[in-house]
């Protein structure tokens, strides 16, 4: 006979309890637990069998045919050059980011390759995803779709047509009728997630799993979902602004620092093969309080635009705000700007904005960032054509950065005139003509340069 009981699991870490308490000992959240019930059977077949039979490292035989091309040069750049078969993968994002589209899209490539993908969706009916696959132009007579919940019937339907690809949208609609609990909750996310673990790398099939993101940002269920998948990539960006990036939070077949961008449009997503050009596009040329820098995300370069804006404040204590820049840095160096060049910032309101939407937190910024804030500060008007990148330190050295080549390369690219490096940097550089590159030691210097 089966035997029911009744468990308080946390919602934020999966921590299972007899009673029920207010604040969760394992991840120290308050309000967390909710009552759930668990129907434990006995396991009546205790006979083993032979099962898989190890197999000599020397002897796997790999292919090219192991990785599927998705079609989008972006998505198979985070995933590491494609899909890997048998992997099973989550994609989070907060509600209409282009999660659903994205998956979509890639549906039709696949089938145009003669590979059968099934997608399954726990929120909108067969005719709901025919009206969106118009939109996108997807049309491929390989693309098969299922409105269903149930787990048993949805295994059963992907062991009767063994598709190469399947799609899961979304998790937390997924229902197994051999868990007590409601849908959604931690006992039916990770049932759910290990029967999906267990049909992907026992028929070879790769899986995309849609996870929704809590207000706080994370992903809804218990952390150990990310631990049960192969890869964890994450869509980035505001609803309101048009561009996208993906971003590979863990990767078991790839590197974790590459990213995609995007661009949301009326027809679905569409790459952005140079971010730079699209970030610097509107920039006004005659205007202080904004300089251009080049971040590093992964091994791919970007030209952004760092904007300040100060105001003498009217309150007794000046307000200061960071947009796509991390706060606590931006603090840091105003008061190194106060305390090395004198500067009376502190009756000063001061802004700081990275256009475009991006959220970077490189050390390399922080050079571009004290010119941006001194050029409105003095309402001075900074070369439009200067790019300028370096750590700064509390004694207002400028440290060295990684991958200064690169980043010099591309703004050479874009007809940048003269960059702006730490001494450091420059030293170690080999001959680049066509841009001229200044290197500097200390803010000090930086500053009589410009």
């Known amino acids: 006979m089966s035997k029911i009981k009744t468990v308080y699991v946390c919602q934020s870490c999966g921590y299972e309890s007899a ?44 292919t090219e045919e192991n990785r599927i091309t ?27 980011i282009g999660k659903s589209t994205l998956l979509l899209q890639i549906c039709q490539t696949l089938g145009e390759l003669n590979n059968k993908v099934l997608y399954i969706s ?15 132009q997807v049309d491929t007579n390989n693309l098969f779709l299922l409105s269903e919940i149930i787990m048993s019937n949805i295994q059963t339907n992907i062991l009767k047509h063994k598709p190469k690809l399947v799609i899961i949208d979304s998790i937390q609609t997924m229902y197994d009728s051999d868990i007590a609990s409601a849908p959604g909750s931690v006992s039916q996310v990770r049932q759910v997630t290990h029967t999906l673990m267990q049909i992907a790398k026992s028929y070879n099939i790769t899986i995309f799993i849609v996870g929704h993101v809590t207000k706080e940002g994370s992903l809804a269920g218990p952390r150990v979902l990310e631990h049960m998948v192969d890869t964890v990539l994450y869509f980035e960006g505001e609803r309101h602004a048009s561009f996208r990036i993906l971003r590979a939070v863990k990767n078991r077949f790839g590197s974790t620092n590459e990213i995609g961008v995007f661009e949301m449009i009326d027809k679905g997503l569409v790459e952005v093969k140079n971010p730079s050009e699209l970030m ?9 309080g904004s300089i251009v820098s080049c971040g590093l995300e992964g091994t791919r370069p970007m030209l952004i635009e760092i904007q ?10 000046p307000r200061r705000t960071s947009t796509g ?17 004198g500067f009376n910032i502190s009756s000063q309101d001061v802004y700081v904005n990275i256009t475009g939407g991006l959220k970077i937190n490189e ?29 700064v330190g509390l004694s207002g050295e400028i440290r060295a950065i990684s991958m200064p080549e690169k980043r010099i390369l591309e703004a050479k690219k874009l007809g940048f005139k003269c960059t ?9 550089l080999p001959q680049i003509d066509g841009i001229e590159i200044i290197g500097v030691d200390r803010i000090d210097k930086a500053m009589s340069l410009i």
């Not at 726990?122 to 996108?136: D, H, M, N, T, V």
């Not at 300040?308 to 204590?317: C, E, N, Q």
């Not at 702006?420 to 170690?428: R, T």
Request: one cysteine or more.
């Open 363 to 391: 050390p390399a910024l922080d050079l571009a960032v004290v010119f941006a804030i001194t050029s409105s500060f003095k309402n001075k008007i900074l070369d439009p054509y200067i790019v300028v990148f370096g750590e």
């Open 308 to 317: 300040a804006l100060t105001s003498p404040t009217k309150f007794g204590m």
């Open 280 to 288: 610097l596009s509107g920039r006004a040329l005659n205007c202080s």
């Open 70 to 96: 998705t079609g989008l040069d972006e998505l198979d750049r985070v995933l590491g050059g494609g899909l890997v078969q048998g992997s099973l993968i989550l994609v989070g994002g907060d509600p209409g």
């Open 420 to 428: 702006i490096i730490p001494h450091s940097n420059k030293i170690k």
């Open 122 to 136: 726990g929120e909108e009916s067969c005719a709901q995803i025919k009206l969106r696959a118009q939109r996108l």
């Open 19 to 62: 009673k029920w308490l207010g604040k969760c000992p394992s991840c120290q959240e308050w309000s967390s637990m909710i009552e759930e019930t668990i129907q434990e059977t006995k396991n009546k077949n205790t006979s083993t069998s032979d099962g898989s039979i190890p197999v000599k490292l020397a002897e796997i035989i790999l």
């Open 325 to 341: 820049f991390d706060y606590n840095r931006m603090v840091v160096l105003i008061a190194v700007l106060e305390k090395r060049l």
